[in-house]
């Protein structure tokens, strides 16, 4: 990842970097709408989404991957911290991703247009792969013996019946947006911040990787997919290095004459010289 090229967080952000704001708006809106409807395209695979989720759970076991339901058997202990993660999964997701972009394009705006086109390109890979790859998510498919939490304890985002979802496409699951945007949040803010506690931002894609995982809605290698493709756009779309204008202050030709002969006389020095040059019968 190049996290390097960030700005120091005292300095006044560069106005001029800030592409227009209705422009923007009109940008972020028109790829939400693509994302939504590119999900919904890629509805109605319900038997290949299936079969897909078959091989996925096959596969993530023959590799020796954790199983998901160690981390949902730590949700179903408390049945607060259930709803918690409902609710984290169905409401933070989007709310965060805009206050990021948003607060990016007042004070880090060069560092808002790479991340948006970070997003942007992760998201278009991602909505291909929804069309190639349909996938049940693991609390829809049996074999795995997972809670689909959000429908048993809620809240929930999605319809009791996959099939006929009409709000969202529920064999969408490859790879994880929830946890590849909560990533690029993450370490956005790591690279466009100064503070000694940024690190702490990194606590959002953990804890979305937890929920994912926790409420049965992604397997495993969906994080690890979503993260494969997001470490490529960030190697293909680097931060643009800005260097800050440096002003030019002229040497007055006293201390360039100085500099040039390579000698500097402190004002004592110079006294016992001026001195040392006083005719010896001066003053008498």
Known sequence: MMLAGSRPADQEPDSSARPPLVRELLLVVGLFVIYKFGR????????????????VWDLERAVHLPGEGAVQGLLLHN?????LANAYYATVHFPATLLFLGWLYWRRPSHYVWSRRILAVLTGAALALHLIFPLA?????????????????????????????????QFAA??????????????????????????????????????IVGTANHYWLD????AALLSVALAALRLQRTEPVRAHTPWPAAATGAHATGSYA?????????????PSGAGR
């Open 266 to 278: 402190t004002p004592a020095q110079a006294s016992r010289r001026s001195s040392s040059h006083v």
């Open 137 to 169: 998510p693991p609390r829809l498919l049996a074999e795995t013996g997972l809670v689909d939490t959000g429908q048993v304890y809620g809240p929930t985002v999605y319809g009791a019946a996959p099939a006929t979802d009409s709000m969202a496409n």
């Open 79 to 83: 049945e607060t911290l259930i709803h």
């Open 223 to 226: 994080s690890i997919v979503v």
């Open 40 to 55: 919904q395209a890629a509805n109605g695979h319900v038997d290949e989404a299936f079969h897909n989720a078959g091989r």
């Open 174 to 211: 490859m790879p994880s947006l929830h946890f590849g945007w909560a990533v690029m949040v993450g370490v956005g803010l790591v690279v466009a911040t100064r503070s000694r506690w940024r690190w702490l931002w990194l606590l959002h894609p953990a804890i979305t990787l937890f929920v």
